[in-house]
């Protein structure tokens, strides 16, 4: 029985967040972590892979469209496509569209304005591997800091998020009411994160590794690793308890 | 060798908030008949190919894999022979 779970924190040229990302789980979610390189074509056998956030490639062309064709992709890809756990912050969240693993697009914000602030969302599904911690409805206090964070989906793609349950967060004021006022960037219906059909890839704008130490104010991100903590703990307690 | 210029625009149903103040910003100096205004990308460059429907066809795939994200993105592609380098 294994009692840490291990984070591959991938580094991309032009990530900003990835030692933040280490920060988050390491120190303060004290788990094991590990940063793999983006010319990195080995993954070190990790539970959990993080797209961590900031303006890779500098954001040539179109967020994310140059990462995805990295060399490590390929692996986050068929890591993805065997059931392995990878949550996209932000960057991470556009790299997870363009490479195909999560529907959908980030446009440009509908202001035009890059958007630096705390956002409330509200936690729409609870009952998942990234949100098993938090209650139905919960709001949780998770800053932002993008330009091109307006989640796209046509009506045909946004019915099928919807049917599926794949909207994990909406951007909600702080009672937790989805209102236009509350919606930093323009996305449809509010999204602010949503999970794959198979339920193991995740991508959201908002950074829960900069909402985890109480010094800087807020901890509500720890909602987020700690769900994935807790979840993977007990699959892990589970199979021991299987194969023993 | 043929020489391509491949243009990307947003897709029609989608917002161009760019085009938009841009749009606006011709309002003010004066030319209230310019409407419409979009907002794209222009790409140009050379290839290799033996007849121009092969460039079209490396152009075309190129412009879908990488060039445009076809979630929110159309593309052109106009091609033109070069005959000195």
């Not at chain 1, 949100?131 to 946004?158: F, M, Q, R, W």
């Not at chain 1, 700690?226 to 021991?240: A, P, Q, T």
């Not at chain 2, 795939?61 to 005959?83: C, K, Q």
Request: aromatic residues 8%; contains cysteine; negative net charge.
């Amino acid at each position: 029985m294994r009692s840490k779970i291990k984070f591959a924190v991938v580094v991309f040229p032009g990530s900003n967040c990835d030692r933040d990302a280490f920060n988050a789980v390491e120190r303060i979610m004290e788990q094991e972590a590990r940063f793999v390189w983006h010319k990195d074509t080995d993954l070190g056998d990790p539970d959990v892979v993080i797209l961590p956030g900031g303006f890779s490639y500098g954001d040539y062309l179109r967020c994310g469209a140059i990462a995805r064709f990295s060399p490590v992709m390929k692996e986050v890809v068929r890591f993805a496509n065997h059931g392995g756990v990878v949550l996209g912050i932000c960057n991470g969240f556009q790299i997870l569209t363009e490479a195909g693993l999560l529907p959908g697009a980030l446009l440009r914000n509908e202001s035009l304005r890059f958007v630096c602030m705390d956002t409330f969302v509200r936690v729409e599904r609870s009952d998942t591997i990234f949100t098993e911690s938090c209650k139905p409805g919960e709001v949780l206090k998770i800053p932002v800091a993008h330009g091109d964070g307006n989640y796209y989906t046509d009506e045909e793609g946004l019915k099928r998020l919807e049917d599926n349950g794949q909207i994990l967060f909406r951007y909600c004021s702080a009672q937790g009411k989805i209102i236009a006022e509350a919606n930093p960037n323009g996305s449809v219906a509010s999204i602010a994160g949503i999970v794959n059909t198979a339920g193991n890839v995740m991508g959201l704008m908002p950074h829960p590794e900069r909402a985890v130490d109480p010094v800087l104010g807020r901890i509500d991100g720890r909602k987020i690793f700690g769900s994935l903590i807790h979840s993977l703990v007990r699959k892990d307690n589970e199979s021991f308890s299987v194969h023993s | 060798m043929f020489h391509a210029k491949i243009v990307v625009t947003l897709r029609k149903s989608i917002l161009d908030p760019q085009g938009k103040a841009v749009e606006h910003g011709i309002h003010a100096l004066g030319y209230d008949n310019v409407n419409e205004l979009r907002i794209g990308k222009f790409v140009e460059l050379n290839v290799d190919a033996r007849d121009r429907q092969e460039a079209e066809r490396i152009c075309r795939e190129v412009g879908a894999r990488l060039l445009a994200n076809p979630v929110m993105e159309d593309f052109t592609v106009s091609i033109e022979e070069v005959t000195h380098v």
